[in-house]
């Protein structure tokens, strides 16, 4: 095959060197073509597709797949671009084919500088350029203020002798005049120039900042770190297989919220069951499908051990220099008590009284007592910019029983009350929930399921159209001595309520009087008009059907009798 023709000019040996050369050239790309496509079958860096979420409480399970091809024997794939919040003892890999997997790691990944813009050059240039206008503009006021420091200083001289000197400084008035004159234009010129720097410099500094800026957004980040799988396989053969690899993200969570909208008191309550859902994870989820689980992966799963608690004598002067320490913080205790008592206000110590006798704290618990799976049916974004992504996971009307309720003591309110009954089966969680009450916004609620009464109580917020008011009447109090001994003070007090609407209505008021801690104080109902009384805790509950457009009153009173040599805290209503 003649390949190339040489002039006869040519010397055989430079021919034969050429063709050498042209041979090794072609072999050595061919060298490089071969360990390049190796290179592209044996080690395939792919970023997988997250096709599936699962969104715990704190923390996210994330389903990422890819395709790809490997060759026959011993093969690695790398998944990159992954979110670098892994939780490695997490990582299970499923492959779609007849390739083994031989081993799988986690690790952490930092980019390399990318391509730089081309902008980037000229903005960096126009930072120099700003640079040295600033510096022009500090040399210029630098010395436009040594002008006006030598002018002021000649001007103090105006008229004052030498000393050593046997005649003073004299100057005509013209010559006064003239120098004055002189002074105080230029003294103006310094000023009004020293102004038009001070502008300058500031609408300089802020370009420059804003060029910063642009020129820092232009600039490739090489420190935000990235995680990434290597997959070590082995097939038979060389072929595609689908691999999946299913890990937890920890900046991940979702917390619930809810839309309560009643449309009437004949009709049942529509809850509407959203999720907030939080992806901080640096990855955007794009058309996931999204599952909310109450579970809690990340919690510590080791059972508790008890060891042996022992008990022994102690000697005597341990025993007393205890009983001294706790007669010593006892005292302390109280005399706190009683510096809170005296700061606070009535209405503060009455809504902890109130919220001690009526509310009583639940038992602890830890964690859910079951866990919920929530499936989403469409396809889901949720974004990684640090926003809410607020999601639909539920909705259906719930069977309500209303009531009006209120409490005069603190609030002169009356609130419309929303009582379910089995509210476990709805897989509620406490969170936050908007009302709505005949499409008009009412404003927010705590929704709490985590409690131990048979019916749950949900607050719908306040009735306008019924007022109510608690008033103590002119003889509200009585104070006489017993036997000179002892004191009596009577209290009472009155609570009247009007219904504005249209329809009757079932009213629940609560009040309370004080209950004692000593025998030696007495405290006795002496009227309650009604109201079913619950000693312990000193309540009183009256359930009053009011109608339209009407008013109802209550009244109570009671008294607390005490030795007169013992003053005695009462709670004041």
């Known amino acids: 095959m003649h390949l190339y023709s040489y002039p006869a000019s040519i ?9 050498k050369m042209m041979f090794m050239r072609s072999l050595f790309f061919l060298v490089v073509l071969l360990c390049s496509t190796f290179s592209a079958i044996a080690d395939n860096r792919v970023t997988p597709t997250i096709s599936e979420v699962t969104v715990y409480r704190s923390g996210a399970k994330l389903s990422s797949t890819a395709t790809v091809r490997i ?10 671009n992954l979110s670098p919040y892994f939780n490695a003892n997490s990582l ?3 492959i779609a084919g007849t390739a083994t997997l031989i081993s799988a790691i986690f690790q952490m990944k930092t980019p390399g500088p990318g391509p730089e813009s081309p902008r980037a050059p000229v903005l960096r240039d126009s930072l120099v350029l700003l640079g040295d206008e600033l510096i022009r503009t500090r040399d210029e006021r630098d010395v436009l203020n040594s002008e006006n420091n030598l002018i002021t200083n000649k001007m ?6 030498n000393p050593g000197s046997s005649s003073a400084v004299t100057l005509t008035v013209a010559e006064l005049r003239e120098l004055s004159t002189f002074y105080r234009m230029r003294l103006m010129e310094i000023k009004d120039r020293l102004l038009q720097l001070t502008i300058k410099d500031r609408k300089t500094n802020e370009l420059y900042r804003k060029i910063q800026e642009t020129l820092n957004r232009l600039q490739p980040n090489v420190a ?7 997959l070590k396989l082995d097939a038979a053969a060389a072929q595609s297989v689908e691999i999946t690899c299913t890990y937890l993200i920890t900046q991940a969570g979702w917390s619930p919220l809810y839309d309560l909208r009643s449309e009437g008191l004949d009709k049942p309550l529509r809850l509407v069951y959203k999720a907030n859902v939080r992806n901080l994870s640096g990855f955007e989820w794009k058309d996931v499908r999204l599952h909310l689980s109450t579970a809690n992966p990340l919690v510590n799963n080791n059972r508790p051990i008890l060891t042996p608690v022992f008990v022994d004598f102690r000697p005597l002067y341990v025993r007393q220099e205890l009983d001294k320490k706790m007669n010593e913080v006892n005292t302390y205790n109280m005399a706190q008590v009683q510096t809170r008592d005296l700061g606070r206000s009535r209405s503060e110590a009455d809504a902890e009284l109130e919220d001690v006798i009526f509310n009583p704290a639940p038992p602890e618990n830890s964690g859910d007592d079951f866990i919920t799976n929530f499936d989403l049916a469409k396809p889901q974004n949720i974004l990684a ?6 999601v639909t996971v539920d909705q259906q009307d719930v069977p309500a029983e209303y009531e009006y309720h209120a409490v005069p003591k603190l609030e002169a309110a009356v609130f419309l009350l929303a009582k379910v009954a089995d509210y476990g089966k709805y897989n509620l969680l406490p969170g936050t929930a908007n009302i709505f009450y005949q499409d008009t916004y009412v404003g927010q609620t705590t929704l709490n399921p985590q409690t131990v009464a048979d019916t749950m109580l949900i607050s719908l917020g306040r009735d306008e159209q019924i007022t109510i008011k608690r008033v103590q009447p002119k003889d509200f109090t009585e104070r006489k001595k017993v036997f000179n001994s002892t004191i009596r003070e009577t209290y009472v007090y009155e609570i009247a309520v009007k219904n504005n609407k249209s329809v009757p209505i079932k009213l629940e008021i609560i009040d309370q009087i004080p209950v004692s801690k000593q025998e030696t104080i007495e405290v006795e109902l002496e009227e309650k008009d009604g109201a079913e009384y619950i000693e312990d805790f000193g309540k009183l509950k009256w359930e009053l059907t009011i109608p339209a457009n009407q008013s109802k009153k209550v009244r109570f009173s009671y008294s607390v009798k005490y030795p007169k040599d013992k003053p005695v805290q009462v709670v004041r209503q």
Do not use: C, H, M
């Not at 103090?156 to 002798?161: C, E, K, M, R, V």
């Open 92 to 94: 299970q890999v499923k």
């Open 11 to 19: 010397p055989v040996e430079y021919r034969f060197y050429s063709l």
């Open 224 to 230: 935000n770190q990235t995680g990434e799988i290597i």
């Open 385 to 390: 910019d640090g926003r809410d992504n607020i």
């Open 71 to 80: 060759p026959a024997g011993s093969s690695e794939v790398v998944f990159e």
């Open 156 to 161: 103090n001289q105006i008229g004052t002798s």
